[in-house]
């Protein structure tokens, strides 16, 4: 897979590096280069892992087809989903799953006409992979969710280049900027923090205004912005002394376990379950967030606009709503909160699971419950609304 370098461009002699900058820098004569994941390891469980997936994604698109013939493709992705969640461990998701970078990679590849990819490696080994052009005037920074041990997905990024788009449509021109971080177990936690907290830190040292900066941050653990300490130290804000624009939490993953009501009634609709990625899921994830309100304190003046989405059919959505009411009480400017009717985890980053590679279609109507195939549904637009908004009003 490293041959997949080729063409690849990298931040390195040929651009100027800030004083102030996170970038690691090359060598005399020499650009940075990045390692991608060697060959697979020798057959053996994960292959058979691999096959059993075959004759399971099989299994729902029939029943699927038999119980949801107008939207066979959503309900065989959540219920593929949630069997994956459910039963295999977290090596073997890691394995089936493309790292980071070669995700990224991939993706740019199959874009129509193909895009040039950008990745600035960061110091800790973080690394800032740019989706179209590099912008200092307006960017959205994507902090990948997926409780730190799910690598980045392409429908994740056709998520948020269609995000970009939409908001080019409006006259509103941004960088999109996607964090590469470090998996767990590998690096344990809060590496990922950190690692946020270096990309965070890099965007602001190139120019960009802290008041044009928005930060998407779906599934893992939230702080906001990056990161606090496991001490239970409130948040901080680097290098400024002015709030961020706006930070988007899309279904927030505010706990590994879950007791709640939602967790039982919604166990059969959701992509996850209650204590995701099987028995021996690592542990080292950090405790949680914090247990109050006090936590949080002093908000306002780190973030400018808070917005945290959850899904109806979600596990965690009990857990969820608990969660936006202690933000509600010290987020007293500009805080928004809304569940998806139907909505399961990260509801919007599956619609484009049908759509890698194209720019998706009409936005939909009406309620959220099943449209035609790889349409748009309603939380989509109004993530876009609610991003054109902050970039207008800054």
Known sequence: MGGETTGVSYHGDEHETESTSNLVPPHR???NDIVLAQAPPPKGKYADV????????????????VLHPKSMKRHTTITFIRWITGTCNYKEIQFLMPPSVDAYLQWTKRQKPRMEPFIEPLIDDAMVMWVGKKRTDRVVLYMPGGAYFFPLSGNAISFWRYVQLELESQGIDVGLAILAYSLIPEAGFPTQLRQAQVALEHILASGVHPSNLHLPKPASKPSLPEPASKQGAPPTCPHTFMPIRGVYLMSPWVCMESTTASSRANFAYDIIVPSPSGSDAPTDSGSGLGSGSAWFAGLDGIVDRLLMTAGGKEVLRDDIIAFSQTMGKVKRREFGFVVQEGGVHVDPLLEFMFMDGKEGKSKGKGK???KGEGEVRSLTPMIVSWLAAGYRSS
């Open 50 to 65: 691999s096959f059993l997936i075959n004759i399971r994604v099989l299994w729902f698109a029939l029943k699927s087809l």
């Open 29 to 31: 004569g020499e650009t």
């Open 368 to 370: 959220d419950n099943a």
